[in-house]
């Protein structure tokens, strides 16, 4: 059997920018060769810090620089299927962001029509910071594909998101992009998932039993059929998912703006967080002392992200969850129609073995025609089952 059937013929250009992950690149190189594509290197000054053009030419790259050598950008433009850059640093995501043509790498991810695919490579402190999170958004809006970064151990000593997702994943990656699954390929897909936490000092605050499963194994459904897939979550110790771009928030607050960041993108919005609908008025700066028996705490009105993301001048899809203790079905129809969704999944509380923080979940699918009710399965199963329902539903609102 053929390692990457889909990859057979493809016509990559392959940047690389100057991080340490550049060292992994030959091997890259050597993984996009074996499935059957051709891969042309544009190795940027900062790239070859760490890589050399003479160890991607032994394993069967053809090396581009700024130096000149290699083919022209207009023809590197042209030639491409697709431009990958692994690993992209932060300072080539601005760039990118902003339209510069100041090397040849950027040159040619101005000049081509091929998709644009980025790893990001960088300190996690630079990946979570404002600027590169505003790049981010702003090229996840513009179309451009993001594979990682993965979690963990970082060159610098640090721990957290920045990692270059392996070589692997990004071939696996752009196998997917061109196999046979991808019925959402190219749809952006905004999920919220988790609690959220509403302070009330610096130590204490209200939260709730949601564990972020459900949204995670939606994350990871909608991800496997191509979808651009950005997951605003609250805290919770779960992994992201592979080829999910998550976004980690606390409040409910926070959350609302990381989903309206997307606000003109996004063309599916799963609400599968627990939002608290209440918080508390004040939060006070200095720990509250136990002086008074009694406390009384004045809590107000979350906004609620799901009614405000459906009420957008134009709404994307919206599937939101309805989990309830008694009348399900009843609570979860009004639901539906008072916060105009397209979609409730609305699944029993306190029942033993599903729900929340468990593994397993029991649900029933409520759209404006009818309402049908699913045995209970695992959440992953019924992930994918929900996508299988979107992705019909979605077809059947397509313009023809
Ligand atoms: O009204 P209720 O909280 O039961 O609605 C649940 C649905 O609404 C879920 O999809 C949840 O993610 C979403 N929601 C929201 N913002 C809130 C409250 C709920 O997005 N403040």
Not at 22 to 49: D, F, H, I, M, N
Not at 160 to 170: L, N, Q
Not at 282 to 289: D, E, F, H, M, N
Not at 331 to 348: C, F, Q, S, T, Y
């Amino acid at each position: 059997m053929q390692d990457m059937p889909s990859l057979q013929g493809r016509r990559v250009v392959l940047g690389i920018t100057g991080g340490i992950a550049a060292y992994k690149t030959p091997e890259l190189v050597r993984r996009l060769r074996s499935g059957g594509a051709e891969v042309r290197v544009v190795l940027s000054r900062g790239g070859a810090r760490f890589v050399t053009a003479e160890a991607l030419a032994a394993v069967g790259a053809d090396v581009a620089d700024d130096a000149g050598h290699g083919m022209p950008h207009i023809d590197l433009a042209r030639w491409a299927d697709i431009v990958v850059i692994a690993p992209a640093t932060a300072h080539l995501m601005a760039r990118l962001a902003a339209g510069a043509a100041d090397d040849l790498l950027t040159t040619v991810c101005l000049a081509t029509e091929a998709p644009v695919c980025v790893a990001p490579a960088m300190n996690r402190a630079m990946w979570q910071n404002p600027a590169t999170r505003a790049n981010h958004a702003a090229l996840l809006a513009r179309g451009v594909l993001f594979v990682g970064p993965g979690e963990g151990l970082q060159a610098c000593g640090e721990s957290g998101p920045g990692r270059m997702s392996e070589p692997a994943e990004i071939a696996a990656f752009l196998e997917r992009l061109w196999g046979e699954a991808g019925a959402l390929r190219g749809l952006l897909a905004v999920v919220t998932a988790g609690a959220t936490y509403e302070a009330l000092d610096p130590a204490r605050g209200f939260t709730n039993r949601s564990s972020g499963k459900m949204g995670y194994a939606l994350a990871a459904a909608l991800a496997d059929e191509g979808a651009s897939v950005v997951l605003v979550s609250g805290p919770t110790t779960l992994a992201a998912p592979p080829r999910v771009q998550r976004t980690m928030v606390i409040s409910a607050i926070e959350m609302r703006d990381a989903v309206l960041a997307y606000r003109d993108t996004m063309r599916l919005f799963v609400g599968a967080a627990a939002v608290a609908d209440y918080r508390p008025e004040a939060v006070s700066p200095r720990k509250l002392k136990k002086e008074a028996d009694t406390l009384t705490v004045t809590f107000v009105r979350n906004p609620d992200i799901l009614a405000e993301v459906a009420r957008l001048a134009h709404p994307p899809f919206t599937v939101g969850f309805a989990a309830e203790t008694e009348d399900l079905e009843a609570h979860a129809r009004a639901k539906l129609e008072g916060k105009g969704v397209d979609l409730i999944v609305a699944n029993p509380i306190g029942e033993a073995g599903v729900g929340f923080g468990e593994d397993r979940n029991r649900v029933i699918l409520i759209d404006k025609d009818r309402t049908v009710a699913w045995a209970d399965a695992p959440k992953t199963e019924i992930a994918r089952g929900l996508v299988r329902e979107i992705i019909t539903r979605l077809r059947r609102n397509a313009p023809s």
